[in-house]
Nanobody, 120 residues
Framework: QVQLVESGGGLVQPGGSLRLSCAATGSIFSINAGAWYRQAPGNQRDLVATITSLDITNYADSVKGRFTISRDTAKNTVFLQMNNLKPEDTAVYYC??????????????WGQGTQVTVSS
């Protein structure tokens, strides 16, 4: 059973940084592409950043220049480096990834979510 396990969330002051990780556990060949979403209370889940199998990245306007998405193919992990955090970045962050399973088929999975709170 493959799972995407997120870590790295927490409480940080405005202007601070956090690094979120999304690691695939279980037996897979590779993570091909990934993305991070976030959902604040009462809001819909919004796309934050994406990365393709060619490492092409894209960002929501609200996080451009502050957040960086990356992936480590050896560790089957997708990262989200978040700098200069603002209170409006407070949300539950979810990762999703397309991965190649041991059945030689592409699957999509979601992480369980990790809370990020930006507050003084």
């Amino acid at each position: 059973q493959v799972q995407l396990v997120e870590s790295g969330g927490g409480l940080v002051q405005p202007g601070g940084s956090l690094r979120l990780s999304c690691a695939a556990t279980g037996s897979i060949f590779s993570i091909n592409a990934g993305a991070w979403y976030r959902q604040a209370p009462g809001n819909q889940r919004d796309l934050v950043a994406t990365i393709t199998s060619l490492d092409i990245t894209n960002y929501a306007d609200s996080v451009k220049g502050r957040f960086t998405i990356s992936r480590d193919t050896a560790k089957n992990t997708v990262f989200l480096q978040m700098n200069n955090l603002k209170p409006e970045d407070t949300a539950v962050y979810y990762c999703t990834a397309d991965y190649l399973g041991k059945d030689w088929r592409t699957h999509q999975g979601w992480g369980q979510g990790t809370q990020v709170t930006v507050s003084s």
